[in-house]
């Protein structure tokens, strides 16, 4: 039997378990795919939070804005950030887990 | 003074008791440390909820609000903030990886006994780091709320909580957790509205929000001091104390004798230093030039709350109690919509504090301000009701923090220290040395609680962050995701970032860098800016400095691979 014929009969799953190279090759792609959408929900929290301290420095007409009585800045720091959190959350919560289902279906079905 | 009594010890009761009943679960020493993994979503978000609003958010956030303004909020930012970083990062692979305890983790991934005893170092420091605020914010309101001695609230939290640690192990401690967020929730959220209706909105929105100082109120202000006290005066204004009427000039400091203290109506309220004197809508602003305002500090505050957040360990214990890493995620973004809900509430009490209770601007004693306000804002029995409310919230913060960490530092000495070398020892022999750790390990911060009266509550918090945010942020991030790291690297990290930060910290205190008055305060006051892109640094260097570890298949194989994929590997090291 030639090393090729073995290796097209071994499934992804024994691969994995015996930590060949192709199975590490596997788990290292998830593991990327992992983290890029990790560094991407760590983007949008950054983007969401790190800007709004400048936004305030340099746009300070701002608190000019009232609403319900209370300065803009004031209410943009109290309130919406944290249903953001979630929904930022729960956004990759899903996709985190689609990730992980499509490599349970990569290892189960070849 | 007998409804408040009657809150606090129902609420004290109710603990003992769930408590009580959850130990007849603990069977097994799985369940004593983890819970049997057996919790769902929802009861596991409400323990990590419950355990993690601590003083510093029921008190100490509407506090600072009222003290220097809407800056304040972004360590409630922060607070939340952190659960997304843990979520992005940590809660899956850290569940997956199936270890009991934070220095399981280190030495599972980087095969290193010295990273062990390292980790373990650093989880006792932070843990009481960060006992020691919560004892102390109990001693306050014991002693605010029956004015009884700051000792007395310190010594009854510290019984309190050791026993039901003791008695309960964590099965029992999931349930007191959960049952204690939704006490907290209601104690904050319940009053907050309740005052909202009763005063038909914001009242005094000048003071607020618009051009005035805080102000005597028209039938004039009368306070009463423990001690002589040193006040600025904004404006100038008559006095009447103790020994008798006296003159202040606009920016004069004056220091007050013990005793009344009555100002007249409309007279400018004095300011004890580190209180800044500003109108409503210089409060109201969320940026400033210069102190807790500073966009430094605000930046390096934002940093070390939502990196330290995953490296409290008292809460990444709780990610163990989920079955399996979706669940992990699942239980975090539960945790963020709890929070979501919990931060809407401290900034009415900072707002309406400042609105209503000029006399604890003068006083310095902002930090009881959610414990006040009630009754100074609707007199009666409404208020006392309210009032008995907060209260019981508030001793439910102390207890559901206290026991969190005291169950850390329990679980860490008796299964990492005392435990070495002894892993076939019975459970009976371990609970003994759960409960005799549990008590000396409340024992230690309790009597430094004592010491350290005079050290502010947030900023004692804010330390524990750093100090979290610069040692195992960097071990998890770097040790989860990149393969490459060494235990030399991860060690000689840990070592830069934790010793870097407190360093800073203690400089900070020397030199009495709380005024912050520069960019070199914010960051002796809050290193964290500092010292965690160093900690990164110092690991990502210090391992491409030693060999590349060997055969670290297994390790990223139960980091990552999802579950489900029928490898008998896996499942037996999750289980």
Redesign the interface.
Known sequence: MSDTAAAARRTP?DE??E?TAH??LY??R??RA??EL?LL??LA?GGL??S???L??LVPSL?HI?VF???L??V????P???M??A???I??RR??AL??S??DL??DE | MIIPIVAVAAVTLATVGIGAWGVRFARTTSDLYVASRAMSPWWNAAAVSGEYLSAASFLGIAGLMMQIGVPALWQAVGFAAGYLALLLFVAAPLRRFGSYTLPDFAEGRLASRQLRNLAVAAVLGIDTFYLIPQLKGAGIAFSEVFGAPYAVGIVVVAIVVTLYVALGGMRGVTYVQAFQFWVKTVAIAVPAIALLIYLGGIPNRATVFGHELPRAPASGLVVSLARSQTVRFPEATTFVTSQGVGHARAGESVTLPPGRVALPPGAAVPLPPGTPSQSGREWARPVRSEGEGAPLFIYSLLLATFLGTMGLPHILIRFYTNPDGPAARGTTVRVLALLAMFYLFPPVYGTLGRALAPGLLMTGQTDSVVLQLPSLAWPGVGGQVLGALVAAGAFAAFMSTSSGLLISIAGTVSYDVWGRGARGVGLTVRRRRFRIVAAVGMAVPAVVALAVRSVDISILVGWAFALAASTFCPLFVLGIWWPRLTARGAALGMVAGGAVAIGAITAGVIVGAQALTGPLDSILTQPAIVSVPLAFAAMIVGSLATAAPADIGAQMLALHAPEGLGLEVLDQARA
Do not use: N, W
Request: avoid cysteine; hydrophobic fraction near 50%; proline fraction near 8%.
């Open positions: 799953r994995l378990a930590e199975g590490q788990l290292t998830l593991r992992q983290l990790s929900g760590l929290f939070v790190g709004l301290p400048l305030f420095v608190e009232h009585g209370i300065p800045p004031a943009l720091v109290a309130v950030l944290f249903p959190f979630v930022i959350g729960a990759y919560h985190a887990d992980d289902e490599f349970r290892i189960r």
